[in-house]
Nanobody, 125 residues
Framework: QVQLVESGGGLVQAGGSLRLSCAAS????????MGWFRQAPGKEREFVATINWSGGSTDYADSVKGRFTISRVNAKNTVYLQMNSLKPEDTAVYYCAATPVNYGLAYSWNEYAFWGQGTQVTVSS
């Protein structure tokens, strides 16, 4: 079992930066792939980024590639999402998620077994 708590959301102007953190509790964190998703009002939850168990492999949605960076520190049971050059269309609730143990990179919400409660990111123009 993995419990996830996101933090770091807030209000930022277009072009600015934010770093989201996701603190995990549970014995298997270092064996779980992790991901970030987001959901804007009236839209479906969409994939943002994923990272494998070691942090050695990552992938991103085309809409954030080159602007966002996912990373993890297993010794701290934490995964991060560094968001630069933010745009108003990045406004959403951002969710951290963990896959089952010994899973690779994951791109679909139904591949993830554990979810955080979400943190709001608002980008003003």
């Amino acid at each position: 079992q993995v419990q996830l708590v996101e933090s770091g959301g807030g209000l930022v102007q277009a072009g600015g930066s934010l770093r989201l953190s996701c603190a995990a509790s549970g014995r298997t964190f270092s064996s779980n792939a992790m991901g970030w998703f987001r959901q804007a009002p009236g839209k479906e939850r969409e994939f943002v980024a994923t990272i494998n168990w070691s942090g050695g492999s990552t992938d991103y949605a085309d809409s954030v590639k080159g602007r966002f960076t996912i990373s993890r520190v297993n010794a701290k049971n934490t995964v991060y999402l560094q968001m630069n050059s933010l745009k108003p269309e990045d406004t959403a609730v951002y969710y951290c998620a963990a896959t089952p143990v010994n899973y690779g990179l994951a791109y679909s919400w139904n591949e993830y077994a554990f979810w955080g409660q979400g943190t709001q990111v608002t980008v003003s123009s």
